[in-house]
């Protein structure tokens, strides 16, 4: 059984940046071994699945320097303090694509990466939306675009869609946008 396998000896942070920091804890399993853990912490997320239209979804281009390449995504950002994920999601939905949903609905919550990051992303789906002016942060470079889930497979085959929140949007439009499975509510 693992309900208690692991105890945290320790913690201390080795890094502190603006967008997260990392932590090293000192781990005794319940065999008595010791082990050190690295963590990255990182706010809450927002990922949304915004309609424009039946079978149409709003994606956004940018460059990421992590992959090296420019992709289509879902529109996506990071919580400001405490700040709720509804209004987080509308925020960022309203400033890196100019849209706003006249309604938002909540849709699962799911740990993004939990081998090495406490990051947890709530995912919405916006519908009937208004057209509006993009915001963009100074270092944002954001182009938007409308697809149909036939348009954004082609964008998948030839790579232009390789994040795992955006796949997880396309699987959800092809299941017929129904609920998905998740279990990670916090």
């Not at 289509?72 to 694509?97: C, F, H, S």
Request: charged share 25%.
């Amino acid at each position: 059984m693992m309900e208690k396998l692991v105890h945290t000896l320790g913690s201390h942070v080795v890094f502190e940046g603006p967008v997260f920091r990392v932590r090293t804890d000192e781990l005794r399993y319940s065999d008595g071994s010791t082990h050190r853990c690295d963590v990255v912490e990182h706010a809450a997320t927002f990922g949304i699945i915004a309609l424009s239209a039946p079978g149409e979804i709003v994606l956004v281009r940018q460059y990421r320097h992590p992959a090296g390449r420019i992709l289509w995504e879902i529109p996506a950002g990071t919580a400001d303090g405490d700040e709720e994920p509804m209004a987080g999601a509308a925020r960022e939905l309203a400033e890196e694509t100019g849209f706003r949903a006249a309604r938002m609905r909540a849709l699962c919550t799911l740990f993004m990466t939990p081998g090495f990051c406490d990051e947890l992303m709530h995912f919405f789906v916006a519908e009937e939306l208004r057209a509006g002016t993009q915001s963009l942060d100074e270092d944002e470079r954001i182009e938007v675009g409308r697809f149909t889930l036939e348009q954004a497979r082609s964008l998948v085959a030839d790579g232009e869609i390789a994040d795992v929140k955006t796949l997880l949007a396309l699987q959800w439009m092809a299941s017929g946008e129904g609920e998905l499975l998740c279990a990670t509510r916090r």
